[in-house]
Each structure stands twice: as C-alpha cells, then as structure tokens.
C-alpha cells in the first residue's frame, strides 16, 4: 500500500498525462511532428510510470513542457508554478488518499487544515502586520501543508501552534 508522499508523487504525474492528453486530443491546428513526439514522450512516460520508474517519467514530462516551448506551441500546456502543482496533486491525490490513510489519521489531518486556513485567512485580513510577520506566515504555513501532505499530524499540528502563537501576537483570534 503506499504512503501518503507516494500518492503525491503518482498524482502529480497522473495529472500531468491528463493535461498532456488532453491537449494532444485537441485539434489545435499546430505542427503535427512536434506534436507526434510530444505523444510518443507521453506514451513513453506513462509507461515507466507504470512500470515504477517515476524519476524517468518526471524528466520524459519536463521534456515534453520544454519540447513545447522550444517549438512555440501556442496552445501547449505550460508548467505549473510550485504551488499551483501541490494544489493540483492533491486534489488528483484526495481519493487515492483516502484509500490509503486510517479514518481517524484522516480526521486529524482534516482537523489541521480547516484550522490552518482558518488562522492563515484571518492573519492576511489583519491590519498593519509587517512584512517580515507576514513572511514568517507564509513560512509556517507552508510547513504545516507540507505536514500534511505528508500526513504527518504532529509535524503539522506543531506548526499550526506555531501560527496561533503569531496570531496572539497580532491580536488576531486563531
């Protein structure tokens, strides 16, 4: 059974091919030989991905997003940004993980992030918190998701504490 990082790293490659088929299923009208090889890479990074390869499978998709780039393909899909990929791969990865994690792991991870986002939406409405306050938010907010994307509750939950201290300080209600 795999673990919660392992069902991250499928889904991020399982939303990567989706996207990549996507857009190879549409008739977009641009060059037809970049296009067969953007799906020969597909195919041939589906398959390591099958096959346990995912290392392989990561470098055929970064090829094919530079492949697209280098042969100016309009319509090709572009890279996620760092966050929009997390924020990709765990919605692919939500099901997958329920699967896989216990219900009351499941809970306390959920417990976490309603908290988190909660203290995190109420800190960025907050007046006249200063640059390096809100950098320390964005810091330990990022390490709490990472916790959780983990399913680490308790790496999380010490982060999320860590937020409500800053919260406190504020004068903000985590």
């Known amino acids: 059974m795999p673990d919660a990082y392992e069902a991250m790293a499928d889904a991020e490659?399982?939303?990567?091919?989706d996207v990549w088929s996507g857009y190879l299923d549409a008739r977009t009208g641009e060059d037809p030989q970049v296009r067969a090889r953007l799906r020969s890479l597909l195919e041939s990074a589906r398959e390591s991905a099958s096959?346990?390869?995912f290392s392989t499978a990561r470098a055929l998709v970064a090829d094919m997003y530079d492949d697209?780039?280098?042969?100016?393909?309009?319509?090709a899909p572009s890279p996620p940004r760092p966050c929009e990929a997390d924020r990709q791969?765990?919605?692919y990865a939500k099901d997958v993980l329920r699967?896989?994690?216990?219900?009351?792991?499941?809970?306390?991870?959920?417990h976490v992030a309603v908290s988190l986002s909660v203290?995190?939406?109420?800190?960025?409405a907050a007046p006249d918190i200063d640059a390096a306050t809100r950098q320390d938010i964005l810091y330990v907010t990022a390490r709490a998701e990472m916790a959780l994307d983990l399913a680490h509750p308790t790496a999380a939950r010490r982060e999320l504490e860590r937020l409500e201290v800053i919260a406190r300080r504020c004068g903000v209600e985590p």
């Open 13 to 17: 490659l399982s939303k990567a091919f």
């Open 99 to 110: 699967q896989v994690l216990p219900l009351g792991l499941q809970d306390r991870l959920d």
């Open 119 to 124: 203290t995190g939406r109420r800190l960025q």
């Open 89 to 91: 791969a765990r919605d």
């Open 51 to 53: 096959e346990g390869d």
């Open 68 to 75: 697209a780039r280098e042969a100016a393909l309009r319509w």
